[in-house]
C-alpha cells in the first residue's frame, strides 16, 4: 500500500495519492469574485493540481461540488459545463453546504486517476 501526501502540514495535505488515485480539494482564490469566476478559479487549481501530478481533468472519477447558495447554481454549473471534460464526465455531486471561510462561494472535492 502506497500513501504519498503532496505539500502534508500538521493539519492537512495539499493533496494525497493512493494507488494512482489523486484525492484533492480546490477552493476559489478569487474570494471577491461571484460564483462563476469562482468556480472557474477553483476549476483552474485543479488543473494545476493534476497536471503537477501527472494527471488531467480527463481522468477526474467523481466531484462533489459544495455550494453555499442554492440559487447560484446555473452560475456554477456555466462554469462547470465551459471546463469539463467532453465525453470524460466523471460522478459528479452537488451539496448545499456552509463553507468554513465566509468568502467561499464554492468548493470542489476530486478524485481523479493518475
Do not use: C
Given at each position: ?17 493512493h ?26 487549481v ?13 481522468k477526474i ?20 459545463d ?11 455531486c ?21
Open positions: 500500500m502506497s500513501i504519498t501526501r503532496i505539500d502534508p502540514e500538521h493539519r492537512m495535505s495539499e493533496a494525497v495519492i494507488n494512482d488515485t489523486i484525492y484533492y480539494t480546490s477552493v476559489p482564490e478569487n474570494l471577491d469574485a461571484d460564483t462563476e469566476a469562482q468556480t472557474a478559479n477553483a476549476l483552474a485543479i488543473d494545476a493540481i493534476l497536471t503537477r501530478l501527472g494527471s488531467d481533468k480527463s472519477l467523481d466531484a462533489t461540488l459544495f455550494l453555499v447558495d442554492k440559487a447560484d447554481l446555473p452560475a456554477m454549473n456555466r462554469a462547470w465551459a471546463w469539463v471534460s467532453p465525453g470524460n464526465a466523471p460522478v459528479r452537488t451539496v448545499q453546504a456552509a463553507l468554513m471561510n465566509p468568502k467561499y462561494r464554492v468548493e470542489i472535492k476530486i478524485i481523479a486517476a493518475r
